[in-house]
């Protein structure tokens, strides 16, 4: 006797069809899984069959975890979801932008809410006892320049604490390639450590911001990186919890690929990274750098609502957008504010891998403007000749992204002045103050007005 079918078997089958041929192009999919007819209706006004919707979920969620695809899920929520929309326009972009973070669930408990065996999860290819062949196998990669193919077999490498295939792939690298490509190939693999399928997002990465301590104080860590975050620098999409404590660049810069990858997995499950504690700030300060180490998480998962009505998401286009230049202002803004507030210079956020470039650079910039610092303290001992005895003050006016400056008397009487232009100024205009500050008073204006 052939089983009995509903009247929405179609739209089912339809549903699960649709996410085979789409499974090639996607990485991960969110299903929201609704309790009720009246959650549904909220969520989507009018509609009410939570059977067939629930039945979809099912379908598609089997279809995609067995071609490989991560599922998550997330149960709607009344009272969540109300919060979120308040404020907001009722758009159905808007109502299927959100999230329950806190909630979402992902690989084997994602399949089990839906009433799926986890064993739909395609298990991973096992890599082989033999470390010589795996290790050849990454060096040909690398060399070949196969990008896909060599993040892939280190990602499994990495997940696999195979530590001893990576360090033996370095040495034969070194003996092939030369000693350059064996420090290029641990670039790669320091690069690939940093990020991982992890977390409640499903892909979390390390992100450190290096911050120069031109003025030896090392503000409070968990400050500053509450500052940054409430600055709205981040999109939307991105989460960013960065440690209380802070960190050694030179620290940070001894640990390899497998000692990256489980301060990673530390950071994502909540935990201190063993592999790099604490550092002691009298050092920092001393050594002139510290490092803010942080979690970045990816929301950006793409919901099978949106996904059914508009194909699977395009990649990222690589021109900078409007929301990206405000977002580089807000940084410049806060880094500027920053500075003068505490004395430090916060630098890029970047990966852990690229600290040292960031800092090397830097340096470097520094080291060529430094001549504009020896012109301003020419400028100042000048002043001081001229008035011999009596107290001078600095005027800083910032003009377009130079500087000028004018010594005064305390009693008013005009000395000098000097104009700087942006590439002669050790840093920022808006952040000079603090560096004359060092050798001359400032002022906001000139003494007696």
């Known amino acids: 006797m052939p089983p009995k079918t509903g009247p929405n078997d179609g739209i089912i089958g339809q549903a699960a069809a649709l996410a085979r041929e789409f499974a090639p192009e996607l990485d991960a999919v969110l299903l929201t899984q609704f309790p009720d007819a009246e959650t549904l209706d909220l969520y989507r006004p009018g509609e009410t069959d939570i059977a067939t919707v629930t039945a979809v979920n099912r379908a598609v969620a089997a279809a995609l975890a067995a071609s490989g695809v991560r599922v998550f899920v997330q149960r709607a929520d009344r009272g969540a979801f109300r919060r979120w929309m308040d404020g907001r326009i009722d758009t159905p972009e808007n109502r299927l932008a959100w999230r329950d973070r806190a909630r979402i669930l992902g690989g084997a408990a994602a399949l089990e809410a839906l009433g799926l065996d986890p064993a739909l999860i395609p298990a991973q290819p096992k890599l082989g006892t033999v470390p010589g062949p795996l290790a050849d196998r990454l060096v040909a990669a690398f060399a070949e320049e196969d990008g896909a193919g060599f993040e892939e077999l280190a990602h499994a490498l990495l997940a696999a604490t195979r530590t001893g295939v990576l360090e033996l792939a370095v040495r034969k690298a070194a003996d092939r390639l030369g000693e350059d490509m064996a420090e290029d190939l641990v670039g790669a693999l320091?690069?690939?450590?940093?990020?991982?399928?992890?977390?409640?997002?499903?892909?979390?990465?390390?992100?450190?911001?290096?911050v120069a301590l031109v003025q030896g104080a090392v503000p409070d860590a968990a400050e500053l990186g509450a500052g940054m975050i409430a600055a709205g620098i981040l999109p939307a999409t991105l989460e960013l919890r960065f440690l209380p404590g802070w960190r050694s660049p030179e620290a940070l810069s001894r640990l390899d690929p497998a000692a990256l990858r489980r301060v990673l997995l530390d950071l994502v499950a909540g935990a201190e990274p063993r592999d790099l504690p604490p550092a002691d700030t009298d050092e920092l300060a001393n050594a002139g750098f510290g490092i803010l180490l942080g979690l970045q998480l990816d929301w950006t998962i793409p919901t099978w609502e949106e996904i059914a009505a508009e194909g699977p998401p395009e990649l990222d286009e690589e021109d900078e957008n409007p929301e990206e230049g405000q977002r580089a202002l807000a940084f410049d803004r806060w880094r500027a504010a920053t500075f003068e507030a505490g004395g430090c210079v916060p630098l890029a956020l970047v990966p852990p891998s690229e600290v040292g470039d960031e800092i090397g650079d830097f340096l470097g910039e520094a080291g060529q403007q430094t001549a504009g610092i020896e012109d301003i303290r020419d400028f100042v001992a000048m002043a001081r000749q001229e008035a011999p005895g009596e107290d001078i003050v600095c005027r800083p006016e910032v003009i377009g992204d130079g500087l000028e400056l004018s010594l005064y008397t305390t009693d008013g009487r005009f000395l000098d002045s000097l104009s700087l232009a942006?590439?002669?100024?050790?840093?920022?205009?808006?952040?000079?103050?603090?560096?004359?500050?060092?050798?001359?008073?400032?002022?906001?204006?000139?003494?007696?007005?």
């Open 190 to 210: 320091l690069a690939v450590a940093e990020g991982a399928e992890a977390g409640p997002s499903g892909w979390a990465e390390l992100v450190a911001l290096p």
């Open 422 to 449: 942006a590439d002669e100024l050790p840093a920022r205009a808006e952040e000079m103050p603090r560096l004359l500050e060092a050798f001359v008073v400032v002022v906001k204006d000139a003494p007696g007005r």
